[in-house]
């Protein structure tokens, strides 16, 4: 196995192991709402009835899929 | 609404919430009475069943082969392939479950939802391109790559068995109970049903017609819970903001829905519930097998990307539903019975959020939908459990590797009738016993042994198979265990007072444990076989990113 095919792929496996790891700590940051840490993820935003528990939410779900998308793009540029 | 009313529903969304899981027998006991036959469910229904066996009749003409067969001629591009992997895994149990969920305690029952989706990224981070460019038919192939092929397989093969076997029994009991609710009928002619389209479906048409029933069934839930979405929003003005304000009118506990804390206060459950359902279903086998039906390693992580924004936008959608079933269920008496009731139970919810911004027609068409959606599950999940048996005990132990093409193909159509059978007799046989922990058991076993076994099989250079063999024992072993010590066995089953583990999902417990035996016994290992093993990883790694030029570049 050469130096290059080596340094290549040990690139990619830190690559998926640092967006897996981003990941799952913003998934398990998802139990702060049940913590008095979050407890002020539980107020309303503005005059609104949304909390900062449902934006939380809707932001994870977006923000993986961005992630997705970022990892993606960059093993996409790897690649080329 | 008491704490044991709460505790049934959070059991009765938890087997819901998988693929191939549906109403758990228990969860069910304590609804207020049934749907009438419901004529427009049915019609609907039998439109969708006419045409998939079209589709099935169209694909068998293409499945002549094992190839064909596992995976679809690996011809699926991963668009397809996504929408196929979203509409096996966004079962009746996540549209009804979740919905029931949160139509019982709001905010909470996002908590499954979140668990659901954050599967998805790390199926792609870590597994799409890899998986795919190792394995021919099943996730087992990956891992026999570098490690001792045949106790291996064995081993990752009765844990394959143990996870379809137990969803099979949730599923058929749940099909049967849904199916009573929904359209009518009697359980055993819905057990005989499901079954008999699902031997039609997979028997004949193998990958193919599964993936393309998949693909209808998962348009027809995301064009379903769409429309109910904008409906409810319509209502309220488009005002996402004023939904949330009737829905906190309407529910008993008030504001309180709108954050967490009203059905869990424990964030040591929280954890518990976010371990089991990620990595449970990032092992499972026949999401795993999916993987192989597309052409190359760019289509599989393109599949895995596409079933998260589907799966991303059905959950998003499910935000929408979940409240507008507080909003506009919680107070309206045509959804209750005589003794205040919610007729069908909790679990009913999303149906009556359809029927109440939509009437009869939109009742129908998610009513069949549901049904719809248990069939493409119970197929995917017979095909997985045929390939188990045909492929990699058959082909792969028995035969080394080298069967008899066609005698490889007609025992896999064997196994697939073999695995419908039994499904219809556990159905039967399972239908008045309490059956969540059954459904509990496939998401803890799929972590504490699928899981481990790949991750470590792709990414450290020191697994060996005594390692892998000594951990998926314990992980298998403790999962049962703590299972059975836990509330759903130890107390609801066995009736005691209090359980000997507190928490239902122990794989946050059962995982570590089993990765901590994997890679103590690997280093532990001084034999020929382990360092066989260890060598092998160089290679496999390179292959794993490179495709099949791997090893050219590793020799270049």
């Known amino acids: 196995m050469t130096d290059s095919s080596v340094a290549a792929v040990h690139k990619k496996t830190r690559l998926r192991l640092l967006f897996t790891a981003v990941h799952l700590v913003l998934y398990f940051s998802f139990t702060l709402n049940w913590t008095g840490w979050g407890s002020g993820l539980s107020s309303r935003l503005g005059s609104s009835e949304i909390t900062g528990s449902l934006l939380m939410f ?22 080329s | 609404m008491n704490l044991s009313t709460l505790g049934r529903q959070l059991s009765a969304a938890m087997v819901l919430l998988f693929p191939g899981l549906g109403f758990a027998a228990g969860a069910l006991d304590d609804v207020g ?4 036959l419901n004529p427009t469910a049915i019609g609907m229904f039998l439109l969708f069943v006419a045409f998939t066996l079209y589709v099935t009749w169209w694909a068998s003409k293409a499945t002549t082969s094992s190839s064909t067969f596992y995976n679809a001629g690996g011809q699926i591009s991963g668009a397809q392939n996504g929408m196929a992997i979203a509409g096996d895994f966004m079962s009746a149990a996540s549209f009804l479950g979740i919905t029931g969920l949160m139509y019982a305690g709001g905010f909470d029952g996002l908590i499954l939802s979140l668990g659901a989706f954050g599967a998805w990224p790390v199926l792609m981070f870590l597994f799409a391109r890899r998986v795919r460019n190792l394995g021919s038919f099943t996730f087992i192939d990956v891992i026999s790559r570098r490690l001792d092929r045949e106790p291996i397989r064995l081993v990752t093969a009765f844990s394959t068995i143990v996870i ?40 004949f048409g193998g990958m193919l017609a599964t993936t393309w029933v998949q693909i209808i069934k998962a348009g027809l839930l995301l064009f379903g819970v769409t429309l109910i979405a904008i409906l409810l929003l319509a209502d309220s003005g488009f005002s996402f903001s004023s939904l949330l304000g009737k829905a906190v009118d309407a529910h008993p506990k008030g504001e309180a829905i709108l954050g967490a804390g ?73 959804f209750f019975d005589a003794g205040g009731r919610l007729i069908g139970g909790s679990n009913m919810a999303a149906i009556h959020v359809a029927t109440a911004v939509g009437g009869d027609i939109l009742t129908g068409f998610m009513s069949a939908v549901c049904f719809a959606t248990i069939l493409a599950v119970v197929a995917g999940l017979t095909l997985s459990g045929a390939a188990a048996i045909s492929h990699d005990v058959y082909a792969e ?18 196994s697939v009738l073999l695995i419908g059978l039994t499904a219809v007799l556990l159905g039967i046989a399972f239908e008045e016993e309490n059956i969540a922990f059954i459904a509990t058991i496939p998401m803890v076993v799929s972590a504490s042994v699928t899981f481990p076994i790949l991750f470590l099989s792709l990414f450290w250079s020191g697994f060996t198979t005594r390692g892998a063999i000594a951990g998926a024992v314990v992980g ?9 010590l836990g509330p759903q ?22 995982m570590p444990a089993s990765v901590l035996v994997m890679i103590w016994m690997s280093k532990a290992d001084r034999s020929a076989r382990g360092v066989t093993d260890r060598n092998n990883y160089a290679e496999l790694l390179v292959e794993s990113e490179f495709g099949e030029a791997g090893p050219e570049v590793a020799r270049a």
Do not use: N
Not at chain 2, 306 to 321: E, N, Q
Not at chain 2, 397 to 407: D, F, I, N, R
Not at chain 2, 476 to 482: A, I, K, T
């Open chain 2, 33 to 36: 009475g049934e749907q009438a």
């Open chain 2, 164 to 203: 379809v076997i137990m969803y099979l029994i949730a599923q058929m009991v749940g099909a049967g109970k849904l199916i009573q609710l929904l359209f009518g009928l009697p359980y055993v002619v819905a057990l005989l049903l499901v079954s008999g389209l699902v031997l039609a479906y997979v028997a």
């Open chain 2, 397 to 414: 132990v028995l035969k080394k590797g080298k069967p008899e093409p066609k005698t490889e193909l007609r025992l896999t159509r064997a």
């Open chain 2, 489 to 510: 066995v130890w107390v609801s089953v066995l009736g005691h007072a209090e359980a000997l583990f507190p928490y239902d999902y122990p794989a946050l417990f059962t």
């Open chain 1, 58 to 79: 809707v932001l994870l779900v977006l923000i993986f899929i961005s992630l997705e998308t970022l990892f993606m793009v960059l093993s996409r540029w790897g690649r």
């Open chain 2, 262 to 334: 009203v059905i869990f206060d424990d964030p040591v459950q929280i954890l518990t519930i976010q371990v089991s359902m990620l990595f449970g279903t990032v092992g499972l086998p026949h999401i795993l097998m999916r993987l192989f039906t597309v052409p190359d390693m760019r289509q599989a992580k393109l599949s895995a990307y596409y079933a998260s924004l589907f799966i991303g936008y059905f959950y998003i959608a499910l935000l929408v539903l979940g409240f507008g079933s507080i909003a506009y269920v919680a107070g309206a008496p045509e």
């Open chain 2, 476 to 484: 298998l072993v403790s999962s049962v265990v703590l299972i059975v």
